[in-house]
């Protein structure tokens, strides 16, 4: 099983190569959109450079992409503890799929099938 293991970590770690690059990106892009918050905030409260109604429009695009950028940061950041606790149980599943299909009801056949086979049989 270890060089079974092995062999999936390191197809994850070449899967997930190109990942690394992502996380850097979307916190300049965090930066920029706060620091265009920011800018936004002085022109209307410091400086008074613009009416309240042309401050709110902007104010909502950013924040909105702000949350945007948020919502992609958390969605890509990765555990690599977890990574090794899911492929100790995919390992452990693999090598008891049959016991397991044979001693489950048929909607749990139904849930390892889709799983085995995600893009149908």
């Known amino acids: 099983m270890a060089p079974l293991r092995t062999q999936m970590a ?3 770690e070449q899967r997930n190569k190109g990942d690394e690059q992502l996380p850097k990106d979307l ?3 965090l930066n920029e ?9 002085k022109s209307y ?9 042309t401050y709110q429009k902007f104010r ?5 992409k702000k949350g945007e950028i948020l919502q992609s940061m958390q969605a890509c950041s990765r555990n690599s503890s977890n990574l090794e ?8 599943l693999s090598s008891e799929v049959a016991t ?7 909607v749990k056949k139904e849930v390892l099938q889709k799983l085995m086979f995600p893009e149908g049989v």
């Not at 909502?60 to 909105?64: C, F, L």
């Open 10 to 12: 390191m197809l994850s």
């Open 27 to 29: 916190q300049k892009n």
């Open 33 to 41: 959109v706060q620091g265009s918050l920011d800018n936004l905030g």
């Open 45 to 53: 409260f410091v400086k008074q450079l613009m009416d309240e109604a």
């Open 60 to 64: 909502v695009k950013y924040v909105e």
């Open 85 to 92: 606790k899911y492929l100790e149980k995919a390992l452990l």
């Open 100 to 106: 397991v299909w044979r001693s489950s009801p048929a």
